[in-house]
């Protein structure tokens, strides 16, 4: 089952539909502001390990809570259960990697925080680069069922999605399992959120690639759903 959001809005029982862009906003900055509070109330020494994390937590949520439903043409209504189930998860997600990181501290100097490091900054930048595709095919999408009075539909093309039909979320599955190996491998709080993600993610490319091919006569053969040449 893919949490009733975005193309799977709405198939709930019920429909208990919130407006897609303040409900995103509010369940996505619940997390960076119980972070902040986590590690005010318990005064880390803000080594060079607690402050690129940290760092790291703020950069990636700024830009899921404000600045991308501010560049989204659109939203899709968000379920109220999807809504509050989010809230929770986000303020316990983002109170136990703030004490996580309050109360641990670690060598930079490890080779494998600086290769966690990479790994996150990668899937944070191919996630805004795969978003502007989106952004430009939704902007294209609207602009066109105004002109033509129909639904339109376009099949995304550049960078993994020549590759993949869910780069984005390949991309945020690579950010957050490079997150938790920047933390030296035994941060649980860290391990639980990427295996989170990934878990509610690729369920969620797998129908979103099965839907591009029932609608596409001429989709790409080769493409997998969510992570190249595999799966």
Request: aromatic residues 18%.
């Amino acid at each position: 089952m893919n949490a009733p959001y975005g193309r799977f809005a709405g198939k709930l029982a019920v429909d208990w539909s919130l407006n897609g862009k303040w409900s995103w906003f509010v369940m996505e900055v619940v997390s960076p502001v119980v972070f902040a509070i986590s590690l005010a109330i318990t005064r880390p020494r803000w080594t060079s390990f607690q402050i690129i994390l940290s760092s790291a937590w703020m950069v990636h949520y700024i830009n899921r809570s404000i600045i991308y439903p501010y560049r989204a043409s659109s939203m899709a209504p968000i379920h109220v259960l999807t809504f509050l189930c989010s809230v929770a998860f986000n303020v316990i997600n983002g109170y136990t990697n703030g004490m996580w990181v309050a109360r641990h501290s670690n060598s930079i100097a490890n080779p494998q925080f600086w290769l966690g490091m990479t790994l996150w900054a990668a899937g944070f930048f191919s996630n805004i680069y795969h978003d502007n595709i989106l952004f430009k095919l939704r902007s294209k999408k609207k602009k066109e069922e105004k002109e033509e009075g129909e639904k339109k539909y376009f099949i995304p093309h550049g960078g993994l999605f020549e590759y993949i039909s869910c780069p984005n979320y390949f991309s945020e599955s690579v950010e957050w399992t490079g997150y938790a190996l920047a933390t030296s491998g035994y941060n649980w709080p860290a391990i639980l959120f990427a295996a989170a993600t990934a878990s509610n993610l690729y369920p969620r490319a797998w129908r979103t690639h099965a839907w591009y091919k029932k609608q596409f006569d001429n989709y790409p053969s080769t493409r997998k759903a969510v992570i190249p040449f595999v799966l």
